[in-house]
């Protein structure tokens, strides 16, 4: 089992910064990807950002330019660098990783959720 511990979400003005983070801990033998998604108000959740354990990166185009994803995989940690925010980026944002295990068994985890709020 895999547990993730996000932080980081709040309330920012319009063109602001928010880094999100979130921390992998558990039964992890190997995390392939690590990434974000998020969900507006009567909207379906969407993908962020990724990013798997090569670097190998992947945005929605609505992102591109203003975000950022890293990961420290000595820390099985992903983190999220959001500039030039909008009023549309408001959503709960949820860290997701799928795992391989020992026996080539693909899992998902999923966290909490973060609030991130966008004032125009």
């Known amino acids: 089992q895999v547990q993730l511990v996000e932080s980081g979400g709040g309330l920012v003005q319009a063109g602001g910064s928010l880094t999100l983070s979130c921390a992998a801990s558990?039964?992890?033998?190997?995390?392939?990807?690590m990434g974000w998604y998020r969900q507006a108000p009567g909207k379906q959740r969407e993908l962020v950002a990724s990013?798997?354990?090569?670097?190998?990166?992947n945005y929605v185009d609505s992102v591109k330019g203003r975000v950022t994803i890293s990961r420290e995989n000595a820390k099985n940690t992903v983190h999220l660098q959001m500039n030039s925010l909008k009023p549309e980026d408001t959503a709960v944002y949820y860290c997701?990783?799928?795992?391989?295990?020992?026996?080539?068994?693909?899992?998902?985890?999923w966290g909490q959720g973060t609030q991130v709020t966008v004032s125009s």
């Open positions: 990013i798997t354990n090569g670097g190998r990166t």
């Open positions: 997701a990783v799928k795992t391989i295990g020992t026996r080539g068994q693909v899992s998902e985890y």
């Open positions: 558990g039964s992890i033998f190997n995390i392939a990807i």
